[in-house]
Nanobody, 119 residues
Framework: QVQLVESGGGLVQAGGSLRLSCVAS????????MAWYRQAPGEQRELVAT???????NYAESVKGRFTISRDNARKTVYLQMNSLKPEDTAVYYC?????????????WGQGTQVTVSS
């Protein structure tokens, strides 16, 4: 059963913006620390941004000043606002987080959403 669902990916020109969303399913009672990762073709998955339960954020150097991670705990949703996109931002973006279900807390991944930035 899918617990995290990403959306908002697509094709955009360099310099453009996209907003990714990651929604936890109804079976999720609450979300804790959350993160966005990305994986480009032939590359390892890399951490893009994290956000704590209290809203403390951290970013990879490559996206600082361009990307913003945020969360809405009531909606069990995490966002990634991506501005000034570059071709090197092209990747599949994955949501990751610690979720509480009836079985307790566990780490989960979304299925990914493709972001393609054309030059």
């Amino acid at each position: 059963q899918v617990q995290l669902v990403e959306s908002g990916g697509g094709l955009v020109q360099a310099g453009g913006s996209l907003r990714l969303s990651c929604v936890a399913s109804a079976s999720v009672f609450s979300i804790s620390a959350m993160a966005w990762y990305r994986q480009a073709p032939g590359e390892q998955r890399e951490l893009v941004a994290t956000i704590s339960t209290g809203g403390t954020t951290n970013y990879a150097e490559s996206v600082k000043g361009r990307f913003t991670i945020s969360r809405d705990n009531a909606r069990k949703t995490v966002y990634l606002q991506m501005n000034s996109l570059k071709p090197e931002d092209t990747a599949v973006y994955y949501c990751n987080g610690n979720l509480r279900l009836v079985s307790g807390w566990n780490d989960y991944w979304g299925q990914g959403t493709q972001v393609t930035v054309s030059s």
